[in-house]
């Protein structure tokens, strides 16, 4: 039997306002544990919370983003669990009436489109951490984090794939960046998704038992874990087995999940509304106000890329990967016109500088006008690309700029048509074999002669001109 693979993600996200969603603590990250709390986050007694208005603006911005239904009112309620990194006993969070419902995000996997749907968006608080100590055998607890604002987007069971499911991810995230609400950093847990996988018979309705893999913070691991989980319960049913409805952890040392623990002793969580929170009244005005503020997002900057500016869907597709990388883009585009250019050195040298130095695009200096300068001399044939290369890298190193650069070194190319004339005749006459080879019908020998030629000149050839002249002096040798 062929069996579908059925998946639904709950994503949270850490909201990058500057304070937390019930106080005045800052979101911080990697700070010395338990120094950015406060009697209200650590949920000391009598302690009251005081709703933060900028992370509902942030709630609203991802709404309209992810085309959700916006509640005119919307509440918080109580979630009642007890564990050692939550010291409330409850975390408020948004049951009844969350701030968004019935949005969605299309994505295109291998030219197949599908509208995912957004079940619903609600705003909650982030709990704190454990940090388990083996060696002293004992687990620390910091509360830095606890009361940072999270949005949670949950979508419906509408992924069939862990392609599909990645791409949505990658989809998301692209746009939580570029409206500003958030870093996604992975790694830092700031984009984490809980994972629901299903599998059905290919053609059917009814949709299968689901198991859930929570707190997942790849996307290396999350593609794995929905690959190995879906191929797990089809295996188990062809065994004539059937699939318990449980939690499971993935073990990416091990590339396989475990149980966790099963429905029968799931939480209850006795939501309750916060009393301590009055509803939160949206009204059409801030709405209006917020749309109205929302930058461009990633989708629409790619249709103007290719429409308008002449990119590739791959090229269009890579320099909006991220608000600074678009944002670059944009600049060195303004300042030089050369969209095509300009999109060929952001996808080679300067993502290749992100590798090499292994940091993100927010952590890189480099200036659109300095880049705009080399993008420019090299378009313009007054450096060849390997010396601009030297010279970026330059810039970057030694914060100099472009022009100094090489006027002090001397890189300006040789376009000199008589002086590459003579190189080229000096050349020949030193590699009388290779003319020979050439007029054998061995081509590689003009390649051989360009490189020396290059060489002569210190690398800084016009290679056009370099390579016609060769050319012509060998057919008239
Ligand atoms: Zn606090």
Redesign the pocket.
């Known amino acids: 039997m062929t069996y579908e693979t059925v998946i639904g993600l709950e994503v949270h996200v850490e909201l990058s306002t500057a304070s937390?969603i019930f106080?005045g603590?800052p979101v911080t990250y990697g700070q010395e544990p338990n120094t950015k709390?406060?009697p209200?986050?650590t949920g000391l007694p009598g302690a009251l919370p005081v709703l933060n208005k900028n992370v509902v603006e942030y709630a609203l911005r991802t709404c309209l983003a992810v085309n959700c239904e916006i509640s005119r009112i919307t509440r918080f309620d109580r979630k009642n669990y007890f564990y050692p990194d939550l010291p409330k006993a409850y975390q408020i969070s948004q049951l009844y009436q969350p701030i968004g419902r019935n949005g969605w995000l299309d994505i295109e996997v291998n030219g197949t489109k599908r509208r995912v749907r957004i079940h619903e968006l609600h705003m909650e608080e982030d709990a704190g951490k454990l940090m388990h100590d083996p060696w002293e055998d004992q687990t620390l607890v910091d509360y830095n984090r606890c009361?940072v604002p999270l949005l949670e987007i949950v979508s419906e069971p509408d992924l069939r794939s862990a392609e599909e499911a990645l791409t949505y991810l990658e989809q998301l995230r692209g746009i939580l960046q570029f409206i500003g609400v958030s870093d996604c950093r992975m790694e830092e847990g700031s984009l984490r998704a809980d994972v629901n996988v299903s599998v059905r018979p290919a053609g059917s309705n009814e949709f299968g038992t689901r198991t859930e893999m929570k707190n997942m913070n790849s996307f290396k691991a999350i593609g794995r874990a929905i690959e190995k989980e879906s191929l797990r319960q089809i295996e188990l049913l062809n065994e004539g087995g059937r699939v318990i409805q449980e939690t499971r952890r993935w073990d990416e040392n091990k590339d396989a999940s475990f149980p966790m623990r099963s429905k029968e002793d799931a939480h209850d969580y006795r939501y309750f509304p916060d009393p301590d929170l009055t509803a939160v009244h949206v009204s059409e005005d801030w709405i209006d106000q917020v749309r109205r503020e929302l930058p461009e997002l990633p989708a629409d900057r790619r249709k103007r890329y290719i429409g308008e500016l002449g990119l590739s869907d791959y090229e269009a597709q890579i320099v909006t990967g991220h608000p600074v990388i678009s944002g670059l883009f944009e600049d060195v585009y303004d300042l030089t016109k050369l969209a095509k250019d300009t999109a060929s050195w952001i996808m080679g040298e300067y993502l290749q500088l992100l590798k090499d130095k292994n940091c993100g695009p927010e952590n890189l200096s480099l200036s659109a006008e300095d880049l705009a300068a080399v993008v420019s001399m090299t378009a313009e044939g007054k450096v060849n690309r390997v010396t601009a290369r030297k010279v970026l890298a330059a810039v970057i190193e030694d914060g100099v700029k472009p022009q100094t650069y090489i006027e002090q070194h001397g890189l300006a190319m040789v376009s000199d048509a008589s002086l590459l004339e003579d190189t080229v005749r000096r050349v020949l006459a030193e590699n009388p074999q290779s003319i020979e080879d050439y007029k054998n019908g061995k081509k590689k020998a003009a390649g051989f002669l360009v490189g020396q030629a290059m060489r002569a000149l210190g690398g800084k050839a016009d290679p056009q001109l370099l390579g016609s002249i060769i050319n012509r002096q060998l057919s008239e040798a």
Do not use: A, N, P, Q
């Open positions: 937390k106080c603590c709390c406060c209200v986050c009361g």
